[in-house]
């Protein structure tokens, strides 16, 4: 397995876009674009966005951002998109990917990390622990899980 940072290697931007948009088709494909194609150059530690690769094929993928588009802007930074392909689940590559936002958190002077889903049980594997339910834009909630790192 291979981890990509497409801040570190820039040259994978726009595969990053395209397969964030394919993979998030309920985003606007400009949200990817827009933030993906600007993550590069970004004075500030966020946004990350991250490719999980085996060989030369994509299997996963995770961003690690400001606000994940959730009403807890006091909160920061959020693992979002957390994404496996489904013939490679099953195989702790989410793990991954967690730990690469982990570690690109603490180089960005974060004590901890949070995740909006819907998902129960999944992230407690993790370390997170549920901290509360947020709202976002469009009118639903998810729930907000934390992560301590240091």
């Given at each position: 397995m291979n981890l990509i940072s497409v801040r570190e290697q820039p040259e994978y931007v726009d595969i990053a876009i395209q397969y964030f948009q394919k993979t998030w088709k309920s985003i606007l494909p400009k949200i990817y674009e827009d933030c993906i194609g600007n993550?590069?150059?970004?004075?500030?530690?966020?946004?990350?966005?991250?490719?999980?690769?085996?060989?030369?094929?994509?299997?996963?993928?995770?961003?690690?951002?400001?606000?994940?588009?959730?009403?807890?802007?006091?909160?920061?930074?959020?693992?979002?998109?957390?994404?496996?392909?489904?013939?490679?689940?099953?195989?702790?590559?989410?793990?991954?990917?967690?730990?690469?936002?982990?570690?690109?958190?603490?180089?960005?002077?974060?004590?901890?990390?949070?995740?909006a889903t819907d998902h129960i049980g999944y992230y407690e594997k993790f370390g997170f622990k549920y901290i509360g339910k947020g709202y976002h834009p469009w009118d639903e909630d998810s729930r907000i899980y934390e992560l301590t790192l240091v």
């Open positions: 993550c590069v150059n970004a004075k500030n530690p966020l946004p990350q966005w991250y490719l999980l690769m085996d060989k030369e094929t994509i299997i996963g993928c995770a961003g690690l951002i400001t606000n994940d588009f959730i009403s807890r802007m006091d909160l920061y930074p959020w693992i979002c998109a957390v994404f496996i392909d489904k013939n490679f689940r099953g195989n702790n590559y989410a793990s991954l990917l967690i730990e690469k936002a982990k570690q690109d958190s603490i180089k960005g002077g974060f004590d901890a990390v949070y995740l």
